[in-house]
């Protein structure tokens, strides 16, 4: 009977596979801030056509985002979110355009990079961190996503400079992680992909993601502010060396 409202690319078996990795993948996000959906999009990368894992990957991480940001929401710096919806905006107007030529491995080195300077480099001037700087940085972002679908990690680097509480850092880069994912919905749907055949398989990944966050958000719970930085930069670190290790491979 399951059969009957999964894409014909998923067994059974491995859809179960995918609800348990969504609750696991938003708990990690949930309780250390990040990394979660760059794992989940790695696993997808394995046994999903690659037609459908940005779009698919996309929408998933939409409703888990925003469930998180909805469970956090009295956490959010609406200033940031103020100024970065705007860039959100411009980055996936006119991110095509500008990307299409690029080769994906010199936004993954330059990515990889960039978030390894964020978490162990000096910290950034607050002029950046204001409002321009934070527009700026969601218009590359989301260049980046529509192409690549691997940015978080770089916004929670990002977002993480600006806070030091946990709780605001988890909230407001899962606010603005709702917003970035939300024009691959649109931009995926309207390039003629055939969303519609994977919404039942979304629609419960999304509702197994709301499970781990939960369990995610007791767990953040018993973390001090020191230990959170401290586990999410080594977190962010991985991603950002499997970032690199993917990109070496490219050239």
């Avoid at 969504?22 to 999009?41: D, E, F, K, P, R």
């Avoid at 860039?87 to 978030?115: D, K, N, R, S, Y």
Wanted: charged share 10%.
């Amino acid at each position: 009977m399951i059969t009957e409202w999964l894409p014909d690319a998923l067994s059974p078996a491995l859809a179960l596979v995918f609800f348990g990795l969504s609750v696991v993948t938003s708990m990690i996000t949930a309780s250390l801030g990040a990394g979660g959906g760059a794992l989940l999009l790695a696993l997808m990368a394995l046994w999903l056509p690659p037609a459908a894992i940005i779009p698919v990957h996309g929408v998933i991480q939409l409703g888990s985002n925003a469930s998180r940001a909805s469970m956090t929401w009295h956490h959010i710096d609406w200033r940031v979110i103020g100024a970065f919806l705007p860039g959100v905006i411009l980055g996936a107007g006119v991110g095509a355009m500008l990307l299409a030529h690029l080769p994906e491995a010199i936004w993954q080195l330059t990515i990889a990079l960039f978030i390894l300077y964020l978490c162990w480099g000096p910290p950034l001037p607050k002029g950046i961190l204001g409002p321009v700087g934070t527009f700026c940085a969601a218009t590359v972002t989301t260049f980046v996503s529509l192409f690549v679908g691997a940015t978080g990690p770089l916004v929670a680097a990002f977002v993480k400079q600006i806070h030091r509480d946990r709780f605001r850092t988890v909230s407001t880069f899962a606010t603005a992680m709702t917003l970035q994912h939300l024009p691959k919905a649109l931009v995926f749907g309207l390039a003629g992909f055939a969303l519609a055949e994977w919404l039942p398989f979304i629609a419960v990944m999304i509702l197994c993601g709301f499970f781990g966050t939960w369990l995610g958000l007791r767990i953040l719970n018993e973390l001090s502010d020191s230990r959170f930085k401290r586990w999410f930069n080594i977190l962010l670190t991985v991603l950002a060396l499997r970032l690199i290790w993917q990109a070496a491979g490219s050239f």
